[in-house]
Nanobody, 116 residues
Framework: QVQLVESGGGLVQPGGSLRLSCAVSGSIFSINTMGWYRQAPGKQRELVAIITRGGTTTYADSVKGRFTISRDNAKNTVYLQMNSLKPKDTAVYYC??????????WGKGTLVTVSS
């Protein structure tokens, strides 16, 4: 049983920062990519950022320069540092990992609300 547990969401004022974490546990084949997605109310889930095992990163244009994804392979954990948050960043943020055998695993999500 593979579990992804996200943490770090909450309420923050515009311009503020949050750091999300996602810890992977259980019987999982070697992890390849790790990433963050988000889904705002009434919208489709979208990619925020992904990072390969080797550290190559990809970001959505809307978060470039404000968000930073990183990972700790020894801890099977991925992080998302979010700075200069905007109300449009409000969403449920989901962690996803892809194992080297092609299996995808999702977390249950953590809510980020940016509001004054």
């Amino acid at each position: 049983q593979v579990q992804l547990v996200e943490s770090g969401g909450g309420l923050v004022q515009p311009g503020g920062s949050l750091r999300l974490s996602c810890a992977v546990s259980g019987s999982i084949f070697s992890i390849n990519t790790m990433g963050w997605y988000r889904q705002a109310p009434g919208k489709q889930r979208e990619l925020v950022a992904i990072i390969t095992r080797g550290g190559t990163t990809t970001y959505a244009d809307s978060v470039k320069g404000r968000f930073t994804i990183s990972r700790d392979n020894a801890k099977n954990t991925v992080y998302l540092q979010m700075n200069s948050l905007k109300p449009k960043d409000t969403a449920v943020y989901y962690c996803k990992v892809r194992a080297t055998n092609g299996m995808d695993y999702w977390g249950k999500g953590t809510l980020v609300t940016v509001s004054s």
